[in-house]
């Protein structure tokens, strides 16, 4: 037990605080709204909708069902980070990882080839034994909610998937062969060689996710309502921005929830509709989502992204190296490697980044939350259709059963939107136009 005693002193206690100081600080202050008074009364007939009219349909619509929800959601958000800590000591502390190494040392000795062998065994083995909790989280829990529409198999098949394209992206494609090499070959700086391949390698990523990784798990296809399509085109001239492809993808084979989203990066970008939210939502509010998806485009934030994420590399791996090389040291031959460019290194690699990744998720979270706040102000600014706007967003998070209102803690460690409620209010109260106020983001060419 002493072997592994710093190491999870430093994990296990940090997420479990962590969990059980957020939960308690959630059932405090968030739980199920109360029902709207009812001496507020409801807008006159024909009248429009006012933000706090909407407000008060939220929290009457935020089920204990939905609140059951949310609660388990969050626990697993904690718990996931923990698993995955607690399965990279345990392929350490058995010797697992070492005997991994062997075997891929026997297999060949190319580098590439051992490299390869030895990712292919790990994400095998930790796939099987982060399984169980795999399946509760996505399969199980979304059923009992009546979110899932998959099978089974169908769910088990994608997940198999899942780790055949890690090996594909990570081993086939020469990335952890390039990591090892840099660790390799600087023991004291490997930290800034893997930082400065940070940029590089997300944006591979992001060019490859609509080409290589999204088709493995759904169909994409034009946008088939003709109409729509002319519509969002037209939506598109008026952004300013050049046509990009608008697909849309069979997302109800796996789930009843709403999404759209901007993937791809260069000529690969595109704009991505769930056909559930297709079916689910009006046209005016589909728009809506689109304006805010175009404004992820014209605000640059992909290629914010990509720099914040560059930037963000050099503190992570600083950080992950200082913990990492220190532990091998002390640690590393009671695991069987005396340094940190050894294959068998790669359970303490994973786990110690991510315990610096969950602990800088406050950081992230802030920065995807106001790169979504201007994209929410360019998408009203465009169309003006504030209660469009809001019934979209209304919408989406009633489908996915998200809390309108959470704590400033959880809206802080968890989310990348801002919270429902706010975001509904915003879409409502925000009208430069009316009183001849400028434009913040969408400026229009004279």
């Known amino acids: ?71 388990e959601r969050r626990r697993l958000a904690f718990v996931d980070p923990l698993v995955s800590i607690l399965v990279a000591l345990l392929l350490l502390a058995t010797g697992l990882s070492a005997r991994f190494r062997d075997l891929a040392e026997r297999v060949s000795r190319r580098r590439y080839l051992q490299v390869l062998v030895y990712l292919a065994l790990f994400s ?97 296809k034009p946008l088939a309502n003709v109409e729509l399509r002319n519509r969002i085109v037209a939506l598109a001239e008026r952004a300013e921005i050049p046509g990009r492809k608008v697909l849309e993808a069979d997302k109800s084979k796996q789930t009843t929830k709403y999404n759209a989203y901007v993937s791809g990066f260069g000529a690969s970008q595109r704009i991505v509709l769930w056909d559930t939210t297709l079916k689910g939502l009006q046209e005016d509010e589909i728009l809506c989502v689109m304006a805010h998806e175009m404004g992820h485009y014209k605000l640059g934030h992909i290629w914010m992204l990509i720099v914040f994420t560059g930037v963000l590399g050099f503190g992570v ?43 800088i998720q406050p950081a992230t979270n802030s920065f995807s939350r106001w790169m979504e706040r201007d994209s929410d102000t360019f998408g009203l600014e465009v169309t003006q259709a504030n209660d469009a706007a809001a019934r979209a967003f209304i919408k989406l998070g009633s489908q996915n059963k998200s809390d309108p209102e959470p704590s400033a803690l959880i809206e802080a460690w968890l989310y990348t939107h801002p919270p429902l409620a706010e975001r509904v209010r915003y879409a409502i109260e925000y009208r430069p136009w009316e009183s001849g106020q400028p434009n913040r983001k969408f400026k229009p060419k004279r």
């Open 1 to 71: 037990m002493r072997t592994l005693a710093r190491l999870v002193l430093v994990s296990v206690v940090f997420l479990v605080a962590a969990a059980f100081v957020s939960s308690s600080w959630a059932q405090a202050q968030d739980g199920p709204p109360a029902s709207p008074d009812a001496s507020a009364g409801t807008p006159a007939a024909g009248a429009a909708k006012t933000a706090d009219d909407y407000v008060a349909e939220i929290r009457a619509a935020y089920t204990p069902e939905n609140h059951a929800y949310v609660a």
């Open 124 to 220: 095998v083995v930790t796939w099987v034994l982060g399984l169980p909790l795999e399946w509760y989280r996505d399969y199980a829990l979304e059923h009992r909610f009546g979110l899932s529409t998959q099978s089974f198999g169908a769910w088990f098949g994608d997940s198999a998937k899942g780790v055949a394209l890690g090996v594909l992206m990570f081993g086939v494609l020469p990335v952890m062969w390039l990591v090892y090499k840099a660790l390799k070959s600087s023991p004291r700086r490997w930290w800034l060689r893997l930082a400065l391949g940070t940029v590089p390698f997300m944006m591979l990523l992001m060019l490859l996710q609509p080409l290589v990784i999204e088709p493995v798990f759904n169909k994409f």
């Open 317 to 359: 791996f600083w950080v992950a190296a200082r913990l990492v090389n220190g532990l091998t040291a002390r640690y590393g031959p009671r695991w069987g490697f005396r340094e940190v460019g050894d294959l068998a290194s790669l359970p303490l690699l994973l786990a110690v980044l991510s315990l610096v990744m969950f602990a």
